[in-house]
């Protein structure tokens, strides 16, 4: 009987041990399949259940590749907030900004072929991504200065501004503040709030439920997925935008106060307003590229911005929504690098 038991222990022990050299070695297999994409997500997702001040410190320095280009995480103090941004390449500084409901990840797929010439800078707007997430400050002009702040902290005078959906908004503002600091700028998509056509923007339904105060948040809490897909679908190439990238975006805006101060960009609507009138005194003298898609706002951006700058350029994308980094990388790149000096776009 004791023979038969410590056999039978000696047989639990093998499979156990079977068991765990199994599980450790699926591990590994998986760890060395993941592409460099992949692990950078895994990274960011590791510390999800961190406070937003952890998430920060873990982030800072870590290094990561999209198609064999390094960027790295970093974090600093801008205008009394932690901003985190993704910074790569080298050459003259390129300062993407994103929109509503995304952060700096909208950028990835333009990010390497910019690099290559450029440093780019891609920043999480106050409140979104892994950025801290204040109470005000929601406006044009003040997210407009925490870019500055940080672009001055980089060390650099002259920028190349690029701003999708409400980063126009911000680009728009920082351009006007600082003229003599933004080379060129370019607006995707949008029109400026209160101007021409941009007055219509008011308009819309989601405008319209956004700025109602602390509603939204109730009816979407538990929802953030269903919610934001609706807008990441709302294109002519819903499959631009894949279920791993919603979930990318939906990791950060369903955490802790994520919804809140996206719907905040909205509630800042009236005060944007306000402010790009009194910018529009004076016409932006820094060329414009402005790229509408067609199945979206059209030409709207580009007739809003003739009435606020002396140069502008530009056209409508065929077979293109709203969300152009994603749906139309390649064309954006090769469009960035001509209005920003070079012809083509240079292979490593």
């Given at each position: 009987?004791n023979?038969e038991?410590?056999s039978?222990i000696h ?7 079977l068991?765990?050299?199994a599980?450790?070695?699926?591990i590994i297999i998986?760890e060395?399949?993941?592409n460099?994409h992949q692990?950078?997500?895994a990274q960011?997702?590791s510390v999800?259940?961190?406070t937003?001040a952890e ?9 990561f590749?999209i198609?064999n280009v390094?960027?790295s995480?970093?974090?600093?103090t801008v205008?009394g907030?932690?901003?985190h ?5 080298q050459?003259?500084?390129v ?5 509503w409901?995304?952060t ?11 690099a290559i010439?450029?440093?780019v800078?891609a920043?999480d707007?106050?409140g ?5 997430k ?6 044009g002009?003040?997210t407009a ?6 672009v001055?902290?980089l060390?650099?005078n002259?920028i190349f501004?690029v701003g999708?959906?409400f980063g126009v908004q ?8 600082h003229?003599n ?7 995707l998509?949008v029109p400026v ?7 219509n923007i008011?308009g819309?339904w989601?405008v319209?439920f ?11 809490a538990?929802h953030?997925r ?19 990238d ?8 369903s955490?802790?106060?994520g919804?809140?101060?996206?719907f905040e960009?909205?509630?800042?609507l009236?005060d944007d307003?306000?402010?790009?009138k009194?910018y529009?005194?004076?016409k932006?003298p820094?060329p414009?590229?402005?790229?509408g898609?067609?199945?979206?706002f ?6 809003s911005?003739?009435?606020l700058?002396?140069?502008v350029?530009g056209?409508v994308?065929p077979?293109?929504?709203h ?7 390649e064309?954006?790149a090769?469009?960035?690098f001509k ?7 240079i292979s490593?």
């Open positions: 009987m023979g038991r410590v039978f047989s639990s022990l093998s499979l156990i041990v068991i765990v050299v599980v450790v070695t699926s998986m060395f399949s993941l460099d692990i950078t997500r960011q997702q999800t259940n961190l937003s998430k920060q410190q873990v982030l800072h320095g870590i290094s590749e198609d390094t960027f995480h970093h974090t600093t205008n907030i932690q901003m941004y993704v910074m790569g390449g050459g003259d500084p300062v993407l900004v994103h929109g409901p995304q700096w990840y909208e950028w990835r797929h333009v990010m390497p072929a910019l010439n450029y440093t800078i920043p707007l106050r979104l991504g892994e950025s801290s204040p109470i005000s400050g929601y406006d002009k003040t200065e925490d870019i500055h702040q940080l001055t902290k060390g650099f002259d501004l999708h959906d911000v680009a728009y503002s920082y351009a006007a503040a003229p600091e933004t080379k060129r700028l370019v607006i998509d709030a209160g101007i021409g056509p941009g007055g008011t819309l989601w319209q956004h700025n109602v105060r602390d509603i939204p948040e109730m009816l979407v538990g953030e269903e919610y934001l897909t609706w807008f990441y679908r709302y294109s002519c190439n819903p499959a631009a935008i894949t279920e791993e919603i979930d990318e975006y939906v990791s950060h805006y955490s802790p106060g919804m809140r101060a996206g960009y909205y509630r800042a009236s307003i306000k402010q790009n009194e529009s005194m004076v932006l820094m414009v590229l402005v790229l898609g067609e199945c979206s059209g030409d709207a951006a580009l007739d911005m003739r009435l700058a002396t140069d350029r056209s994308i077979n293109t929504g969300w152009i980094p994603e749906e139309r990388p064309f954006l090769d469009q960035l209005f920003f000096g070079n012809s083509t776009i490593k």
